[in-house]
């Protein structure tokens, strides 16, 4: 059965910065994501989270993820975008290309309604695609019981 990327999408940012606020979410942290984002800073794993992260109970586990402010935008958005861009965490640069958004066209369709850089730009062949699904999937959140 063939996937409906298989002759692959289009993607390019326009830095509209949709994804990274306006309404509540997490992102959830690896722990090559901490230290990634901690050395970005200049600043120890401790004190990242610390001072940038929050615990989120998820069932019986709890999981690291970036603090939002009042306004649910990421903590690290400016009004000049990413404040931390080159340190980003792996959820961040692999969108849109996350499983709940390429399991079928339906779902890549209703993201593109808000997303203005979905199907233009660049395109991610079907293998480009299913690399970055599999460094999200191998990138697992911190978890913590």
């Given at each position: 059965m063939s996937c409906f990327y298989e002759n692959g999408l289009q993607f390019e940012c326009t830095e509209c910065n949709y994804c990274c606020g306006c309404e509540p979410g997490f992102v959830f942290l690896s722990q090559s994501d901490l230290e990634r984002l901690s050395s970005h800073l200049g600043i120890s794993e401790?004190?990242?989270i610390a001072t940038y992260c929050?615990?989120?109970p998820?069932?019986?586990v709890k999981m690291i993820s970036l603090q939002e402010k009042k306004n649910f935008d990421c903590i690290f958005l400016t009004e000049k975008g990413c404040s931390v861009y080159e340190g980003r965490p792996e959820q961040c640069r692999t969108y849109p290309f996350w499983s709940s958004i390429v399991e079928?066209?339906?779902?890549?369709?209703?993201?593109?309604a808000s997303c203005p850089g979905?199907?233009?730009?660049?395109?991610?062949?079907?293998?480009e695609i299913e690399?970055?699904?599999?460094?999200?999937?191998?990138?697992q959140p911190i978890m913590k019981f």
């Open positions: 401790e004190q990242c929050r615990s989120v998820m069932g019986s079928d066209k339906a779902a890549w369709d209703a993201e593109m979905m199907g233009q730009g660049k395109l991610y062949t079907k293998e690399k970055l699904l599999q460094d999200r999937i191998s990138n």
